[in-house]
């Protein structure tokens, strides 16, 4: 919450990104109670009841905070009281934003903040220009970031998914590969997707085998392209023998009876309760709605990513998507930061047959990608050993210190794309740095911080590192003293290593 504070002095529009399960709720509760202790009042927008009636909730168990709701009849108008929730489909309504001055809310919370791209949204948000702006998204990748980077100033605060299992806030993943091939090459993109009835035809010769697939021993949430893939598989499981349920938003008959049900129960949905739906004790989440969205895919897994007693894991049944396309959002997605590392680690998932963490899938994959890289760069600096310009590539620079970050930056917000400042590529190449090589004004500042955070720790330096690596010393962790004594001695010796 204090980084969306810190942040806010320089920046109206920030985004924080977590992974679902994680708290976001509590968290958006908390800086709402908080402004209205300090006399302001907050907008909490969401677009789906389920999502309104949990930030209701969250906000009165959490901090005892009450609130007003803004929706269809409902209205928050003469309430007094500081915080609305409000149903985005009642406030983009321009008769019923004109019964708010503009200057009415000082916050607005977006909640589920990937949609706030959408006209929707913006027709809100735009219409309180002065308000301060918290988004909050499960954690996105790269061409979500950039798409929501050209309405939002700076990311806030990012907390990963590998970083909330590691530290117990969410279950182990397991994924596990099943050897059922559903090709998937007939299947057109539809705005940017995969189109869902083009999936649910492609998928009716496969619903058979997969309904044999389904494990026996675990609570199993299905979703599926469409209701009618949804009713079909559920008839085949109950024919198995199985005990499979169904529920759509015409029919949620079926919910309450399966959330009763122990292990082995199935429930099948399409698109009900990929967002604003908490079940703990799911340990198993199929996606049959194959994706390139990896927010909208980790909103589906994100169902059974929750810790419950006795719950040791959370399993991902993985088929063998045959498709033209390479940008199928797979579990390997959810927690790999590059495609290179994601791409290791869906070759090693598909080679076994055994479900594996993903956890130890990424160390072991990020691990082949940085000793890649090293080897290139060891290539390259023999390469360039006797030409006469010493000025590092930033790339190289990365490598060396083992900046995974730094090697994998790409620009985000507005600012970061601007063209790099005098200022800053004198400085750059003062450090010893090619200023040619840096892309843009937030690659530049990522590369000053890496190298001012360094000098604060008393690390070796660029030139330091630059050198010593070419006498073949790793200087990764070495500190600016001890690269010192080194090159003395390297000096005394001609250049020549001692062994």
Known sequence: M??????????????VACPTGSGKTIIFSHIAAREKSAGNYTLITCHRDELIKQ?????????????????????????????VVGSI?????????????????????????HHALSESWQRVLNYFPQARIVAFTATPDRGDRKNLGKYFDALAYEYSLRQAITDGWL??????????????????ITSGDYNEGDLGNALDPYLPRIAEAIPKDRKTLIFTPLC????????????QGRRAYYASGEDRSQV????????????????????????????????LRATKSRPYFAQMIGRGTRIWPGKDNLLILDFLWQTTKHD???????????????????KRQEESSEPMDLEDLETSAKRDVIREREEALARELRSQRHKESRLIDPLSYAVMVKNEGLADYEPVFAWEEQAPSPNQLQL??????????????????????SIIGRSRKKLATPGQTRTLNDAGYWTTDMTKTRANELLTELSSNYWRIKF
């Open 55 to 83: 930030a209701v909730d969250k906000l009165q168990k959490s901090t005892g905070s009450g609130c007003a709701i803004e929706k269809a009849d409902v209205t928050s108008i003469r309430s007094g009281e500081p915080i």
């Open 2 to 15: 204090e980084s969306v504070y810190n942040k806010w002095k320089e920046h109206r529009k920030v985004l």
């Open 328 to 346: 199928l959002c797979r579990p390997c997605n959810l927690i790999a930061e590059s495609p290179e590392v994601a791409e290791k680690m869906q």
């Open 228 to 239: 009618i893939t949804a009713k079909k598989l559920q008839a085949i499981l109950c024919e």
């Open 171 to 188: 279950c182990r993943i397991v994924a596990k590969t099943h050897p059922l091939k559903i090709d998937l090459s007939g299947v057109r």
């Open 256 to 287: 309450a009876a399966w959330e009763k049900d122990g292990k082995g129960a199935i429930m099948l949905n399409s698109q009900l309760f990929n967002e604003g739906y908490d079940h703990s004790l799911i340990d198993c989440v199929v996606v």
């Open 89 to 113: 489909q009642t406030m983009m309504r321009q008769s019923r934003l004109e019964k708010f001055p503009p200057n009415f809310f000082q916050t607005i919370i977006v909640d589920e903040g």
């Open 428 to 449: 750059i190449k003062r450090f010893g740095i090619n200023p040619a090589k840096v892309k843009s004004k937030g690659h530049a500042k990522y590369l000053l911080d």
